[in-house]
């Protein structure tokens, strides 16, 4: 009986999993397999929303696979030998996995084909499992290995043949092999995360998607930079997991309307940074170009900022919601790490890696990339360009209703007056005093 294993990484569904299809065609017989990798849930920073997210998401996976008379086996451990021990097992001829686009991925890749090759078992990769296009495809005209301005590449990309959806795989037999139970959260991290997370997987996530479908997305256009108005689809930690597909998504999509080209536009973002890391993963941690502005050292400040403790209440607002539900909308995303890096000059590294540590949603190509994008150092074709905070509250939450509901300690203030409470005199025992000045005060 020929034996495959699916490996699953960041592609946690049957639908629409080109990995999963193509191990249950290939084999007789499949072990879905995922591999709790002890050395990267302990890395530094410790992200327990990320970690509570993938419990939940292994757990729905599991049941998935059930109902097609399958089952999710898990092991703990290095990624390599618990592979290698379950292909030396089950005598599997091959293993399949998405293909990813970070240093860590793509070393896992070589060292994984290095170390099946001494028991003849091949090595598949799919490319067009975490993407709508493989990276790299679009390719620039120019010869270079990606696109670095996203308009261009975002017209090539709508005129790229994408491929139709995949239906779950059939029912299919999975060998006897036993893995390990799936540890309780605690067993993993020490740390509690955000109180108000929302943590799920593809059960969770195809709801959320058949949700934001039947009405919300028509309204994405002009509402998703309304803060207040909370009018984004909330899809992006289960497509950080691969719990939904991006494919599908695109697909489900009415792009001839504003708001389902909207939506496709961003999912055409994500994309973007993907196959720019693909080609450069070197800027997950260093700067893509040069930029605008000379970092300085200021812990007190970062400090103030990661606690929302600014003194500016929109950006406080949102760092407050990331402390407390694990994520924030894109705008305000915007809003606080230009503040960080073009106001305060204090190096984006510093505020990724606080997003790494907090975003249920944080992967190295969207994290890492739009953090460069608003320091000034990455694709931004206007890297001097600075947003003023008054001006984005002002803009973004007009009547303040967004910053009353995180900080309360504000809630008395009518109107736009949240937004400068030291016009109020409001004390600095309740509400801190601006750490920096800008135009508008």
Not at 338 to 361: V, Y
Not at 387 to 393: E, H, S, T, V, Y
Request: contains cysteine; neutral net charge; hydrophobic residues 40%.
């Amino acid at each position: 009986m020929t034996v495959t294993i699916a490996l699953f990484t960041r592609d946690l569904r049957v639908h629409d999993n080109p990995m999963l299809r193509a191990a249950c065609r290939e084999g007789a017989a499949v072990v879905p397999l995922f591999v709790l990798d002890d050395r990267t849930i302990a890395r530094e920073p410790v992200a327990p929303n990320r970690i509570r997210f993938l419990l939940t998401a292994l757990s729905e996976l599991d049941d998935e696979l059930r109902a097609l008379d399958g089952r999710l086996v898990i092991r703990r451990g290095d990624v390599l030998d618990e592979v290698d021990r379950v292909v030396a097992r089950t005598h599997a001829e091959s293993v399949h996995i998405a293909a990813d686009v970070s240093w860590y991925s793509r070393v896992r890749e070589r060292r994984l084909r290095e170390r099946l090759a001494h028991r003849d078992c091949l090595l598949y990769t799919h490319d067009d499992s975490l993407t709508v296009a493989t990276p790299g495809d679009p390719a620039p005209a120019t010869g270079r290995g990606h696109f670095a301005v996203f308009t261009p590449y975002f017209r090539r990309w709508m005129q790229t043949p994408m491929r139709r959806p995949l239906p779950p795989p059939p029912r299919f037999v999975v060998p006897s092999y036993r893995g390990v139970a799936l540890p309780r959260f605690s067993e993993l991290c020490d740390e509690p995360g955000s109180p108000q997370m929302t943590a799920g997987g593809e059960t969770s996530g195809r709801k959320l998607m058949k949700q934001w479908f039947s009405g919300p997305i028509r309204h994405y256009d002009s509402m998703s930079d309304d803060l207040a108005a909370d009018a984004t689809s909330h899809l992006s930690p289960y497509l950080h997991f691969g719990c939904i597909s991006p494919t599908e998504l695109v697909h489900r999509a009415d792009s001839s309307t504003p708001g389902g080209y909207a939506f496709v536009r961003q999912l055409a973002w994500r994309d973007f940074h993907h196959q720019l890391l693909a080609d450069r993963p070197e800027a997950g941690w260093t700067d893509y170009r040069r930029g605008p502005v000379e970092w300085r050292d200021d812990p007190a400040a970062a400090e103030a900022w990661r606690n929302g403790r600014t003194g500016y209440p929109v950006i406080d607002a949102a760092m407050r919601q990331l402390l407390a539900e694990g994520w924030m909308p894109g705008r305000a995303r915007l809003i606080v790490a230009a503040f960080l890096t073009k106001t305060l000059r204090i190096d984006w590294r510093i505020g990724a890696a606080h997003f790494q540590r907090w975003l249920t949603d944080a992967d190295v190509a969207n994290n890492q990339l739009n953090w460069q994008w608003a320091a000034g150092t990455g694709t931004d074709t206007r890297p001097n360009r600075v947003l003023n905070p008054l001006r984005q509250a002002e803009r973004h939450d007009p009547d303040g209703e967004y910053v009353r509901r995180w900080l309360p300690e504000l809630a008395h203030l009518p109107g736009a007056s949240v937004h400068t409470p030291w016009r109020s005199d409001t004390p600095h025992s309740v509400y801190p005093a601006p750490i920096v000045e800008v135009n508008g005060m």
